[in-house]
């Protein structure tokens, strides 16, 4: 199969050269049931699950009967907590529960792989050489995205993918509400999918590459 090749910009948004993909990652599938599967697990896992009600024997009161069983005329009762009672306990109501659950790692890397293909057919895949700037400021890091001529138009409209953890870098990025930014080694299928616009650097790429390979 012959190899992909994408443009490698650097941070004036001028192409410096060019880069094959790696075919063993970049082959173009685009597996739909391992994204699916991938990307219900990792919403699965973010549902908080604390929804809670209290049964009969939670609420508090209804230690003493009502009144007595015979001879008034209206129906037995045994306590004022019964769920056929203002205030009384819930038959069937939620309870905190975990909702997530487990996938191979084999789908969830099928998954990033296939949403990384996808990012590719679409155009909207972009290697930057590398990320450096003059001075660590939210306004330097804003003229990278558009020299690369990306102009944002939602919030986590643009997912950064870096190879090492840059203090400085990270504290000028945090501000632009349309970025996210996810080390390269941390990526997952649903980050790559909810944003419009992929961007990592070179070295970042190699990372992600390495890991889809083991």
Do not use: C
């Not at 009144?67 to 209206?74: E, F, L, M, N």
């Not at 009762?77 to 659950?101: A, E, I, K, N, Q």
């Not at 504290?171 to 997952?188: H, T």
């Amino acid at each position: 199969m012959e190899a992909k090749t994408l443009p490698v910009y650097n941070v004036e948004g001028k192409e410096v050269e060019t880069l094959d993909l790696d075919p063993a990652v970049f082959d173009g599938t685009v597996n739909l049931a391992a994204i699916y599967q991938a990307v219900n697990a990792y919403r699965a896992a973010k549902r908080s699950g604390l929804a809670a009600t209290k049964t009969r024997g939670e609420v508090s009161g209804g230690g003493k009967k009502p009144w007595r069983q015979k001879g008034t005329g209206r129906a037995r009762v045994g306590s004022t907590r019964s769920p056929l009672w203002r205030h009384g306990g819930v038959v069937f109501g939620p309870h905190p529960r975990d909702f997530s659950y487990s996938v191979p790692d084999k789908i969830k890397k099928l998954a990033l792989k296939s949403a990384l293909n996808a990012k590719v057919k679409e155009n909207n895949f972009i290697i930057l050489d590398t990320v450096s700037l003059s001075q660590p400021k939210t306004k330097e890091a804003a003229k990278i995205f558009t020299n690369l001529k990306i102009k944002p138009v939602r919030e986590n409209y643009v997912l950064m993918l870096l190879n090492a953890k840059d203090g400085k870098l990270e504290r000028a990025l945090r501000n632009l509400d349309f970025l996210d930014v996810v080390p390269a080694g941390m990526a997952n299928a649903y980050d790559v999918l909810a944003h419009h616009k992929l961007v990592t650097t070179k070295d970042g790429l190699q990372q992600l590459v390495a890991r889809l390979k083991k």
